[in-house]
């Protein structure tokens, strides 16, 4: 029997002090810019940095703290739970440790509550239960950029029970996304580990046995450098029948600082960019491509092939390995080359293809990029393997979300 738990208004937790604090990052006078950044200082969280229901601190931008204190924007601390409430709505994110404080783009609510009315990982899950991010998306409006403004926000209504169960709920859900956060580390890990490799061995030319090879102008012996067609097949060819669905990816499935591609689906078609399992997808366009989209795609069965977006360039092994090609369009260099051919009007220019004559690839000897191979072709898979993992874990906890909110399950 479904056991119906009362709601609240954001207002109405407020006014009980269940709530003692909303504000976004909207009551200063000026912005961080990219001039304000630095290596180290004060996190500074913009929207895409609300990842899978946590703050990605690892990837964010800093800012010091005398800009910070002086521009004066959403000052957010530990246990805040951050809201997106502008151009994307609905991405939910506890800040797990702030020291002192992290800011906030005007992009982004925080909420503080007390801890005694109203825990504030339960908040979290209730912003993220489906019928309350249904309302945010009516109340925010249709269009490119919706918007839901703090005063819209207090009028939304969550999900209110007692404290107890409220805690128990967060008891449940916890172990899923603490689960998914360890698995997406370790992805990161794995992949920085390769990357690393990548550069020591075929950047910095430290491989194995370097020590003891001659250098000619340049040019381990035993070793090529040749232009990238040579080396990598540029939007190769492949078979796809247009009469049956296949595995599409939107350019906002590309990340732009890990190799997973998230939420490819199925779904018919005739047009788009060709690609199959061990390809990689490079944005062509801008800003895509300077925000570092790029794409490995492992994620389908034996010899399927699939579509994507015509904004991205598909990257195929020739003459190296389909990890070497990943770890190549990593670099900044690779990037750096692309980025400079780009022609077109202001904010939709696209990378041209003949840019890649230019650019030289190392061609290390086989027995080298089979050392190679037996470092990263495991690590590629594992990831592969957690992301599965990760993509089980949230349709569970996501099957199970709306009905621990609706009291369908009874806690």
């Not at 229901?53 to 739970?81: M, P, Y």
């Not at 990378?351 to 890649?356: G, I, R, T």
Request: hydrophobic content about 35%; glycine content about 8%.
């Amino acid at each position: 029997m479904r056991n119906k738990y009362r709601e609240a208004s954001v207002a109405e937790l407020e006014e009980s002090h269940a709530i003692v604090e909303i504000q976004d990052g909207n009551h200063g006078e000026k912005h961080p810019t990219a001039a304000d950044y630095v290596d180290e200082g004060i996190p500074f969280i913009m929207a895409n940095d609300l990842s899978l229901g946590v703050v990605d601190i690892q990837r964010c931008h800093f800012i010091t703290e005398d800009t910070a204190r002086r521009l004066r924007i959403g000052f957010s601390i530990t246990g805040d739970v951050l809201l997106t409430h502008k151009g994307t709505l609905g991405n939910v994110a506890v800040v797990e440790e702030a020291d002192p404080f992290i800011m906030l783009t005007p992009q982004v609510t925080y909420y503080r509550t007390d801890g005694k009315l109203l825990h504030n990982r339960y908040l979290s899950y209730a912003f993220r239960d489906p019928s309350f991010q249904a309302r945010m998306r009516a109340s925010g409006g249709q269009g490119t950029r919706p918007y839901i403004g703090i005063r819209a926000q207090r009028r939304l209504r969550i999900t209110f029970p007692e404290l107890a169960i409220q805690q128990r709920i967060a008891e449940v859900l916890s172990p899923y996304d603490e689960l998914i956060e360890n698995n997406r580390r370790r992805m990161g890990l794995l992949e920085e580990g390769a990357r690393l490799l990548y550069r020591e061995w075929f950047v910095r030319l430290r491989f194995p046995g370097h020590e003891h090879t001659r250098i000619t102008n340049g040019v381990p012996q035993g070793w090529g450098r040749v232009r990238t067609p040579e080396a990598i097949e540029i939007n190769p060819s492949t078979k796809l029948s247009d009469e049956e669905g296949h595995w599409y990816v939107e350019m906002a499935d590309l990340p732009t600082d890990s190799m997973v591609i998230q939420n490819a689906i199925r779904r018919h078609g005739r047009s788009g960019s060709k690609f199959r399992n061990g390809d990689t997808l490079f944005a062509r366009i801008t800003p895509c491509l300077e925000n570092g989209k790029t794409g490995f795609v492992n994620f389908m069965v034996g010899g399927e092939a699939g579509r994507g977006s015509t904004e991205f360039i598909v990257l195929r092994s020739k003459r190296v390995t389909p990890e070497f090609v990943y770890c190549l369009a990593r670099t900044y260099h690779f990037r750096e080359n692309a980025i400079k051919s780009m022609v077109g009007s202001s904010g939709r220019q696209r990378v041209q293809e003949s840019c890649f004559e230019k650019f030289m690839v190392w061609i290390p000897p086989r027995s080298v990029l089979n050392l190679f191979s037996d470092f990263a072709e495991p690590v590629f898979r594992q990831i592969s393997v957690l992301h599965s993992q990760n993509q089980k874990l949230r349709t569970a906890r996501d099957l199970l979300l709306p009905r621990l909110m609706s009291g369908e399950i009874t806690i």
